[in-house]
């Protein structure tokens, strides 16, 4: 199969899913309906533009051939690869779960000591421990909440962190230090936009919280920060 080919058939991929969206789609026709299912679509929101560009290769192979009847444009190798990825990400996009797996995500009541959370964040190298009260969620503990109460309290208030209870340092939580909780059925582009979303809005996104229905009385499955955004994107690029 030459690349042409190859090409052709992903794209035919990318227009069953759009068709499946959108019972228009003979009428309203490959770019109209991209681009009124992306203003929905995360996945298709992130390609677009790329897509768009595909649009008109697409075009040329189709309706403009040689003497011999054959394309008169041949995708490039990268090409080829890169909307063969897109084809296989909208029909399959991967699962927040297919990255992260399930590995228990350690928790601290906020009538603990610090100490016993400071011992969870050297064992487990957090950053961030999500705070309960019983069942009930009440936010992310972060060393950098750690830091402005060392910051803000005395000396002799700093060395007793056994008598010092999580509760005490939650309050010195930003509150612009948000937290999401999604379903484990989430995709990796759900949470990447979340990261996004949070940053065009000039806030941060302190953790996703990743349940089995996304609600916030649920155990957290797996606990997701902006540093695992990398990790994300490189299998996004796969």
């Known amino acids: 199969m030459d690349n042409s080919e190859r090409f052709m058939q992903a794209f035919r991929s990318i227009e069953g899913y759009l068709s499946r969206f959108n019972e228009d789609y003979r009428i309203d026709g490959f770019s109209r309906s991209l681009r009124d ?16 560009e595909y649009a008109e290769l697409r075009n040329a192979i189709v309706h403009t051939l040689t003497s011999d009847a054959k394309p008169i444009a041949e995708p490039h190798d990268e090409v080829v690869q890169d909307i063969e990825r897109i084809a296989r990400m909208l029909n399959n996009p991967p699962k927040v779960t297919s990255v992260f797996g399930y590995e228990k995500v350690a928790t601290i009541d906020i009538k603990e000591s610090l100490e016993k959370a400071l011992t969870i964040i050297a064992e487990k190298s957090y950053s961030q421990i999500p705070v309960y009260d019983g069942d009930e969620f009440i936010g992310i503990l972060t060393t ?3 830091a402005r109460w060392m910051a803000g309290v005395d000396n002799e208030e700093r060395a007793n962190i056994r008598k010092t209870r999580v509760r005490d340092v939650m309050k010195y939580a930003e509150e612009d230090e948000a937290v999401e909780f999604v379903s484990r059925k989430s995709t990796l582009f759900d949470i990447v936009d979340s990261f996004g979303e949070f940053s065009a809005l000039g806030k941060r996104l302190e953790a996703i919280l990743v349940t089995e229905n996304g609600r916030r009385s649920e155990t957290p499955l797996q606990i997701i920060t902006i540093w695992d955004v990398p990790t994300m994107s490189a299998v996004l690029r796969k």
């Open 144 to 146: 950098n909440a750690v």
């Open 37 to 52: 299912l992306s203003k929905r679509d995360k996945v298709l929101r992130s390609f677009l533009d790329m897509l768009l």
